[in-house]
């Protein structure tokens, strides 16, 4: 069994090809759970329909939340609500976005259980406009590499927040899924470096595949924010794996980024940004 979470906000035409591309799984023993993050009402009641729409064919809980809590704490009210119905079987976390091809779910299951020391799966990522945007991912400091291969799976640095299937064991033994703290950008890398400290190893399933669209170049101000808040919460959890150097270098980055885009609101952000993580 696996528990889909799809965290939803004002996503519900992307939740609708998303569950449409689950019609189509080789692997049917699965639940989702939707996770709305406080969308307009107009967008929770076009999801409503769509979860009675599907509803008929697979099992659907909604939780609806009364804010947005970002990606972070929306998904682990997820993993919370699972762990009190008791709710059997293994833990993905997918963004509205994804679409499944036939045999994602079965292979990343199988990718899942092929060694005892691994904790989680990712899969191959393909740009339905483009190509492969990623097979698996490698860290540079702070920024991430996409890396291709030719093996049918491949040991990950982290594990890509738009689609991951990981272990019930981990969860059981009460560990906590994304940190709170995070609310967006770098949390799935906590996590994965998290995990592979405790002697967990993260694998890329690439012998089946998600199509996504790449995230555009483009930044809102609130993703700059973010961005550069939490690579100092980043380091201060994790100031064992990265240097200050990393740091500065990622900082550096992205204040350059934020002046091409000569907006005030981009600059702003990320000063912004940078103070709040000073001050945590």
Not at 24 to 34: E, P
Request: hydrophobic letters at 40%; proline letters at 1%; a neutral charge.
């Amino acid at each position: 069994m696996i528990n889909i979470v799809v965290l939803n906000w004002n996503s519900s035409n992307d939740v609708y090809t998303l569950f449409s591309s689950l019609l189509n799984s080789s692997y049917k023993d699965f639940r989702v759970i939707v996770v709305d993050n406080n969308s307009d009402l107009l967008d929770q009641d076009k999801l409503g329909n769509v979860i009675i729409e599907f509803s008929k064919y697979f099992i659907i809980d909604v939780i609806y939340n009364k804010d947005n809590l970002g990606y972070a704490s929306g998904n682990n009210i997820a993993i919370k609500y699972i762990k009190e119905k008791n709710h059997n079987g293994d833990i993905m976390i997918v963004n509205p976005d994804v679409i499944f091809s036939e045999t994602a779910l079965e292979n990343m299951g199988s990718q899942l259980y092929s060694s005892i020391d691994c904790a989680g799966v990712m899969i191959k990522t393909i740009d339905p406009d483009t190509s492969i945007t990623y097979d698996y991912l490698e860290l540079s400091g702070f920024n991430t590499v996409y890396k291709l291969s030719e093996d049918n799976k491949h040991l990950t640095d982290y594990l890509a927040g738009s689609c991951f299937l990981i272990k019930r064991d981990y969860i059981d033994k009460g560990n906590y899924l994304f940190n709170d703290d995070f609310f967006m950008y770098f949390e799935e890398v906590e996590l994965s470096i998290r995990l592979k400290k405790a002697g967990w190893k993260l694998i890329s399933c690439l012998d089946s595949n998600v199509y996504r669209k790449s995230n555009p170049e483009s930044r809102s101000p609130n993703a700059i924010f973010y961005s550069a808040r939490n690579s100092f919460l980043l380091y201060k959890i994790h100031s064992d794996f990265f240097s200050k150097t990393d740091l500065f270098k990622y900082l550096i980055k992205l204040g350059l980024f934020s002046l091409r885009k000569f907006k005030y609101k981009s600059v702003k952000s990320y000063l912004s940004g940078v103070v709040s993580g000073i001050r945590l």
